[in-house]
């Protein structure tokens, strides 16, 4: 059973999850192996993978088999499962508790694609109208107050397959990164009455050196203090604190946008490894006037070294005004 | 001149340092290059550092040449430097300062090693005792609130250079992962009127569980909630919150203990890349009866991925008490 435990001086919490170590690495195209044969999450291999949550699949197919365009799976190696409950424990001075929670993996394409750029508009869209799905349906589970939909893409980001997916992970209570940021955002909008995030995006709507593309509902920017060179967001401009609020025009605008963002940073880069993480509110808040929904991406160039770990800060050699421009000069 | 940019919404910094984009690998080792004409590191090529700020070399020796044990140079490529001062300026919504500072490396020895654990004992005294000269010669700058002395080893823990060496950067503000742990310390300082890392040392020390040695005035052991699978830190048993005042005999006994925690992890897992950090109280603190310094060690074998990213928890499929077992089963 996965623990989650607590630091005895930090917020930080620890999930020891010993099934993870049982992590396979499929990465076939670099090694010899047939993805048609080993890969997971490649068409007609389903029995490969734990039977699906959620497929999009033509009416008339079965649930398990080919057909699907897109299939939502629970993690093989789960770092956290639903079956436990959430039991807070002691050992002498310290804390843990059995970690509850959900870990589950989007499977994005059937086709043995390793570029999330590769898929069509309508793919993305599909992506993200899964993403929506998942946590609606999460929120209804009231052990579950945060829900983490991240992507890991190549080894060097911490991926294990190459066959492009994203992942979410529901947990039972509030991370650190999450709430910091909510209380940054709240004490903004205390001085200023004003959100944090829609200050940010009118400002580099209208200085533009940090502006990489505006699109209808969304834009795309280099953050003024990025911890990573190139380092993007992509911040809905019509204020909005849940991610799962998302209506499907937004859906479709998003889709274009982060299909062309991705295309950007993989011409720029040669396609380089990355993270990208949804920040969205916390499941049941009544208070959102101060928080607003996103996506940062993470290209993975440099090594988090002694001086990140020592110090929670970060030493980034491109300005964000430089990654701007270069992403820019790559725009079709 | 680096610029030390604070996120809007976060107490996160980022030093933006484009200096850092020029410095070139040196792994020679790994490629074709002889380290005897190529290693800025090594005896005889002193010309390729900046001036020596230290050195211990007989007398009658002469600075910038051979005949030294060990050396601390600027770093060529700085992320902050001591010539600024700190000085904050705004961007609209945005805050930055120049990043006055100080980034010195410290030259373990002047043979051509590629891991410390391959340094004598005498060595190793050598460096901790130029890390506590070089933050009591730091702390004389009164612009100075933090020093931070860490050791990236190997490509994937962010070393450019492969010739054993330590980093040490000073900053005129205290970082928040050490502003954090002190917040930790305090608060349970304030619950039981007892220092956490003393009540950790006396738990670890009599359950032994997660207890990898005990030396004279030092005991090593596994974080009962660490990031990183062989995440392992050196605490001293008695209470001192400053790792600048530990004395002579002391730095005898920390030496024999890290480079025999070195070697453990070096037989466990096969000379790991790795990083460490040495926690100790900012510079000029009246309050130390909470804090207690230590060095954090995290081999590097596993990437920090999107679920880290975005929440702060981390994942860890090696519970530490598997962890301390693996170790122990190494002693020699």
Redesign the interface.
């Known amino acids: 059973v996965p ?1 989650l ?17 049982k992590r396979p690495s499929h990465f076939g195209s670099r090694g010899n192996a047939d993805p048609a044969t080993s890969c997971p999450f490649c068409e007609n291999n389903e029995d490969m993978t734990p039977p699906e949550i959620l497929a999009y699949r033509p009416s008339g197919s079965s649930a398990q088999q080919a057909g699907w365009t897109l299939r939502v799976v629970p993690n093989k190696f789960p ?1 956290v499962t639903r079956e436990e409950d959430f039991a807070p424990y002691t ?4 804390q843990y508790a059995s970690s509850v929670g959900a870990h589950e993996v989007i499977i994005e394409t059937p086709r043995h694609e390793t570029n999330m750029a590769a898929l069509g508009e309508g793919e993305v869209a599909g992506v993200l109208s899964a993403y929506r799905e998942r946590v609606l349906a999460l929120k209804e589970d009231r052990r579950f107050r945060s829900v ?1 939909i ?3 893409h190549g ?5 294990t397959i190459e066959h492009t997916h994203s ?1 979410l ?1 529901a ?1 039972p209570i509030v ?4 709430s ?2 909510l209380k ?2 709240r004490h ?1 909008y205390e001085t200023y009455e004003r959100c ?1 995030y829609c ?2 995006v009118r ?1 580099e709507a209208s ?1 533009k050196t940090r502006l990489v593309s505006e699109h209808d509902a969304f834009v795309v920017l280099c ?5 990573f060179p190139f380092e993007t967001w992509i911040l809905p401009k019509k204020h909005s604190a849940y991610f799962e609020h998302i209506s499907q025009r937004e859906i479709v605008d998003l889709a274009a946008t982060l299909r062309e963002t991705l295309g950007l940073l993989n011409r720029t880069l040669r396609e380089p490894p990355l ?3 949804i ?1 969205s509110m916390p499941l049941h808040e009544a208070q959102t006037a101060h928080y607003h929904w996103h996506i ?1 991406i ?1 290209p ?1 160039l ?6 990140e ?11 964000p005004e430089r990654a701007t421009a270069l992403l820019r000069a790559h725009m079709i």
């Open positions: 623990q435990r607590k630091d005895p001086i930090l917020a930080r919490r620890v999930i020891i999850a010993t099934q993870r170590a770092a050992e002498g001075m310290y983490l991240f992507k890991n080894p060097e980001a911490g991926a992942q992970i947990l991370p650190v990164n999450v910091e940021e940054g955002a903004h944090v200050d940010l400002h200085t953050p003024f203090a990025p911890r993270n990208y993480v920040h940062e993470m993975k440099t090594q988090i070294a002694g001086f770990l020592g110090t929670g800060f970060y030493i980034n050699p491109l300005p």
